[in-house]
Nanobody
Framework: QVQLVESGGGLGQAGGSLRLSCAASGNIFRVNAMAWYRQAPGKQRELVAGITSHGYTNYADSVKGRFAISRDNAKNTVYLQMHSLKPEDTAVYYC???????????????WGQGTQVTVSS
């Protein structure tokens, strides 16, 4: 069984910073690509940033230059450092990871439970 547990959400101020973390645990053989998504009220879930196992990154245009995704492969953890926060960054943030399970060597995408980020103006 595999779990993704997010932490670090909460209330931030416009122009401020927050850092999200997401740790994968369980019966893991390998963690492949990892990513952060977000879903604002009344909107579809959207990709915020992704990172491959080799560290290649991609970002949504709306967060380029403000957010940075990184990972610690030894800890099976992905981070999202958010700077210059805007009220429109308010959303539930979800991490996802493509994980190869140890006993079957089957790969699947797993999701965290989500963490609320609220940015006040």
């Amino acid at each position: 069984q595999v779990q993704l547990v997010e932490s670090g959400g909460g209330l931030g101020q416009a122009g401020g910073s927050l850092r999200l973390s997401c740790a994968a645990s369980g019966n893991i053989f390998r963690v492949n690509a990892m990513a952060w998504y977000r879903q604002a009220p009344g909107k579809q879930r959207e990709l915020v940033a992704g990172i491959t196992s080799h560290g290649y990154t991609n970002y949504a245009d709306s967060v380029k230059g403000r957010f940075a995704i990184s990972r610690d492969n030894a800890k099976n953890t992905v981070y999202l450092q958010m700077h210059s926060l805007k009220p429109e960054d308010t959303a539930v943030y979800y991490c996802s990871a493509a994980i190869t399970v140890a006993d079957t060597l089957m790969s699947a995408e797993y999701w965290g439970q989500g963490t609320q980020v609220t940015v006040s103006s």
